[in-house]
């Protein structure tokens, strides 16, 4: 396998190389612009963009947090983890998820949390694989 860097993006101009691969998982996501305006509006409160390069191009992406609060202390907050179609089964998204590990520990945070869609049972196996635990149920209601 070639060889995988991780870097996390600081800089707006990076979007368009991570947006196609972001896409993957948030199709309502349909335009740059839109990724733009999303990430101008929340880094401030601490988003941040983990990204897997494989022979120069971006494969894979997390979006994450540092957060704390009295449910679970001081934890990431996994907003995204994606890898591009072409590339899933070989390893990747374990790669990325030990790097949001050593972020969280590093950052004294206690745990990962994460939320995932109950009609997602192909990444609810990959997150048992990778040690998280569903440990709660969201509940939401949509605003007009």
Known sequence: M?????????????????????????????????LEAYWQRVRPAGYRLLTVEKAGEVVAVASFRIQENLVHGRYLYLEDLVCDATVRRLGIGEAIMQQCRMIAETSGCAKIVLDTGLNNPLAHRFYYRQGLLASSLRFQQVLA
């Open 2 to 34: 070639d060889q995988l860097v991780f870097s996390e993006m600081t800089e707006a101009s990076a979007l368009p190389r991570v947006f196609p691969v972001l896409q993957q998982l948030r199709p309502a996501l349909t335009s740059l612009e839109q």
